[in-house]
């Protein structure tokens, strides 16, 4: 689809070129002909006129007694004809030239259509595959309890138990995709205005202290205050998938430091734990939707769509978000964000 549509482009590239060169040639050309046409006739009256005078009629008054001869009338014409045929070869170097080049442009001018057309499959793809699951389980389970003769009051309660759950897992799954909808509106229409760092960051940790009790967790956070330009919901938003993150896996009554430093009109916010860490190759998959690595997969329940939110959270405040981790030794992510100015 994209190689016909590149082509396609191209194509209207090559038009759009050669018009232009077209009609510069063509306006050249006449411009150049008229000139040899008015050299032309001045030359065909000097050589009457020299004609003439060869005969006793006419005495030309100088200066037509000129070193220069005038070039004649055959050797204007075959100018004139070279003239089209170097205009002719000119505007063909132009039209393979324009080819390849229209071709380079019209590849990089869709390259990022294509690749949110490729992003847009693969979302649906993992989507499509992490929705089907939860689906498929209720429905193993319900067409397995028809089966049975006689169902008892508890193996009822426990088939409703069980679907509650992946009920609520197909909740959550919703709620994230429909947060990643909003979260690309935001990006698009950014609402920024002053708010408190250690207000957001504070906001963030009650969030996720009952989480932090029941594992245990010690939270330390030094945090500088400081005014930032942001969106305080979503900026709250973003240090609470970060915490809860940082708490999931990180193993009971393990420590977790989150710290600020400031350099010029910049904030470093740092969410250190001790955690169970990122292999190498994982790492510059993990801010993509849906991804997760195995070992993270076989320990903490999720979809992998809580780095992904954050990543367009902090994009959408001009700021960058990166990680440093090692696997049995925990992770530090480090958001930087711009500071409000005075």
């Not at 994209?2 to 070129?17: H, P």
């Not at 001018?109 to 992003?119: D, H, K, N, Y």
């Not at 929705?131 to 309890?145: F, N, Q, V, W």
């Not at 919703?174 to 990643?180: C, E, G």
Request: net charge positive; hydrophobic share 40%; with cysteine.
């Amino acid at each position: 689809m994209f190689q016909s549509a590149r082509l396609k482009l191209t194509l209207w590239y090559l038009v759009f070129i050669m018009s232009i060169s077209g009609l510069f040639s063509l306006a050249f050309y006449n411009a150049s002909t008229r000139e040899i046409r008015r050299i032309v006739i001045r030359t065909q009256s000097l050589q009457s006129l020299e004609q003439q005078e060869e005969g006793g009629f006419f005495f030309l008054p100088p200066p037509h007694n000129l070193i220069f001869r005038p070039p004649s009338t055959k050797e204007l014409q075959a100018t004139e004809k070279r003239l089209k045929v170097i205009l002719v070869a000119i505007n063909g170097i132009i039209f393979l030239m324009a080819g390849g080049a229209g071709y380079f442009l019209a590849g990089r001018t869709l390259r990022p259509i294509r690749l949110m057309v490729e992003e847009q499959n693969q979302f649906i793809s993992n989507a499509s595959h992490e929705l089907r699951t939860p689906i498929a389980t209720m429905r193993a389970e319900m067409e397995g309890s028809l089966l049975e003769k006689n169902i008892t009051d508890q193996h009822a309660r426990e088939l409703i138990k069980s679907n509650l759950e992946e009920l609520s897992s197909l909740q959550n799954l919703s709620n994230s995709l429909l947060r990643l909808t909003t979260t690309h509106t935001f990006v698009e229409q950014p609402s920024l205005d002053i708010v408190s760092l250690s207000e957001v960051i504070k906001t963030a940790y009650k969030k996720v202290l009952p989480l932090a009790k029941k594992r245990r967790i010690c939270v330390r956070l030094t945090v500088k205050d400081g005014r930032i330009n942001g969106d305080r919901k979503t900026l709250v938003e973003l240090f609470v998938i970060l915490f809860d993150n940082a708490i999931k896996y990180s193993p009971e009554a393990a420590a977790i430091s989150v710290a600020s430093e400031y350099h010029h009109n910049r904030v470093k916010i740092s969410v250190k734990d001790q955690g169970i860490g990122i292999a190498a190759a994982d790492l510059p998959h993990i801010f993509e939707r849906f991804y997760r690595a195995d070992k993270s997969r076989s320990k903490v329940d999720g979809y992998g769509l809580g780095l992904a939110i954050a990543k367009k959270i902090v994009q959408a405040h001009l700021g960058s978000i990166s990680v440093i981790s090692q696997p049995k030794k925990g992770s530090a992510f480090t958001v930087e964000l711009p500071v409000a100015s005075a």
